[in-house]
């Protein structure tokens, strides 16, 4: 390869990755603080933010069922995911700092406000993240490809945690100390985040101009009559359901543990709270960057399918032991933080690769290419998991007398911290990796994929029986 189409090449994964800061500052950021702001200075109850907080991901899960048929469908010459990339740079931002404004009047009153907030960020959330996914089959040039453009995605979006979850409750205490009230210091942090994610959104906006294939519009895709029966055709294909197992387990797990990391600290490990979760963030952060190119390396040799198998087994397994253990020191949570990195790296970093994959395999048997609704069915119902993961964390704290304003809490709800932080992430993860091992797709049957639809678009003679055999062997 020569050093300009290296450059060229880096250039491309930096675009895309950069893009990602949206979904990096902005879904991390709520899936972890936003109870704390809710039961904080919003000032509900645990059990009104939990209800918040399920409900509001469920419009995640609902819109995505149309934004995926929208794009694939969009008739534009500047393209189908671009200009909505472009127009999140300004609409997005804006509605997340309404999100965390701290409003008066009574308790209902503020229910509904939230809800309303909640529901109308997630809408305008999934828009930009289901049309930024899709890009990525376009932006991809083949398996291998693939994985190298994900572990820059994965570079960018670890830094963006170490900003966005180790920074926050440091960010606020300090300007808390300086008099300035709760409301107004967490106004000022979300704001902060926001330029970042501009620039990020407009970045990738301006450098994939002419990346994204253009005038491949599925005339059929702009029925809506049609969509039921193309969800339907799309979930006959086995990987595909695979996967959408795999992610449905995986966001239970993830979102069991970013919801109950802040809780956990503050109340079971001893020391300043504050210090330990900005501590706890970095650290994974930074075990994020050892991580990364380790996964790579190891995706590219031995396939992304083993590798996932491989990395939710282990924090399964270390997370269950480290429970038994007990993880209240900070050594020990710090342990923890590095089986969790590793597990979240493994699954996140490849997912999305996958989804590419599925494409073409869609394509290899439709002709047809529907990245918008492959992306957008599986974050339909995979967004049932993560209101189901908040749902299922506030229902247990709150059957233990779970009091957020609290300074101390119960032994009860102690116990059940630990369980929803360490535990029940564990044996979910057990659950993803065997779910992971019967996914089938690898690197030699999707060459083959990638040649037969060369093939046909050439108008050259089909594959072999033998190789068209290993192709099938895939969908079983």
């Not at 291998?144 to 994965?154: G, Q, R, Y």
């Not at 440091?170 to 808390?176: E, N």
């Not at 990195?341 to 999305?352: A, D, E, K, M, R």
Request: proline letters at 2%; glycine letters at 8%; charged letters at 15%.
């Amino acid at each position: 390869m020569t050093d300009t189409a290296k450059k060229n090449g880096l250039r491309k994964y930096l675009a895309y990755a950069l893009g990602f800061l949206g979904d990096a500052f902005y879904y991390q950021f709520i899936s972890s603080y936003l109870l704390v702001f809710l039961t904080g200075p919003a000032g509900l109850s645990s059990k009104d933010a939990g209800t918040i907080g399920s409900v509001i991901v469920l419009a995640d899960a609902f819109f995505s069922l149309f934004v995926g048929r929208i794009t694939d469908g969009l008739k534009c010459k500047y393209g189908r995911r671009r200009p909505i990339i472009l127009m999140s740079a300004f609409v997005l931002p804006l509605i997340f700092c309404l999100t965390f404004l701290t409003v008066g009047g009574s308790n209902w009153q503020k229910i509904v406000y939230y809800t309303a907030m909640g529901l109308l960020f997630y809408t305008f959330f999934i828009t930009y993240y289901v049309s930024h996914i899709a890009l990525g089959a376009d932006i991809s040039d083949g398996y291998d490809d693939s994985i190298k453009l994900n572990s820059v995605v994965s570079f960018v979006t670890n830094l963006s945690t170490l900003i966005c979850l180790a920074m926050p409750l440091p960010i606020l205490k300090f300007l808390q100390e300086r008099g300035m009230t709760p409301s107004a210091s967490w106004l000022t942090l979300v704001l902060g985040m926001s330029a970042l994610v501009v620039f990020g959104l407009l970045f990738c906006w301006n450098e994939t101009r002419g990346r994204e294939k253009l005038g491949v519009v599925d005339q059929k895709s702009q029925s809506w009559t049609e969509m039921l029966r193309d969800y339907k055709e799309l979930l006959r294909i086995k990987p595909y359901r695979r996967l959408i197992e795999t992610k449905f387990i995986l966001n239970f797990c993830y979102t069991m543990y970013s919801n109950a990391m802040v809780f956990f600290i503050q109340y079971c490990v001893k020391g300043d709270s504050e210090w330990v979760t900005s501590l706890a963030y970095t650290t994974n952060s930074i075990l994020g960057f050892v991580v990364i190119p380790v996964v790579t390396a190891i995706a590219m040799k031995y396939g992304k399918r083993r590798m996932t198998v491989f990395t939710s087994a282990f924090y399964g397994v270390a997370a269950i032991a480290l429970y038994f253990t007990g993880v209240h020191s900070i050594p020990l949570l710090l342990l923890y933080v590095l089986v969790h990195s590793i597990g979240v790296h493994g699954f996140w970093q490849l997912y999305t690769t996958n989804l590419y994959d599925v494409a073409d395999l869609d394509e290899y048997r439709t002709g047809r290419r529907r990245e918008g609704n492959i992306v957008g069915l599986q974050s339909f119902l995979c967004g049932f998991s993560v209101s189901l993961s908040v749902r299922v964390m506030t229902l247990l704290l709150e059957q233990t007398g779970f009091d957020g304003s609290a300074a101390v809490q119960n032994a009860a709800s102690l116990r059940m911290l630990g369980i929803c932080f360490v535990l029940l992430p564990g044996i979910t993860s057990i659950a993803g990796a065997v779910s992971m091992y019967l996914y089938r797709v690898e690197r030699e049957g999707h060459l083959l994929v990638r040649e037969a639809l060369d093939r046909r678009a050439a108008g050259e003679a089909p594959l072999s029986e033998a190789d068209t055999t290993k192709i099938e062997a895939m969908f079983l």
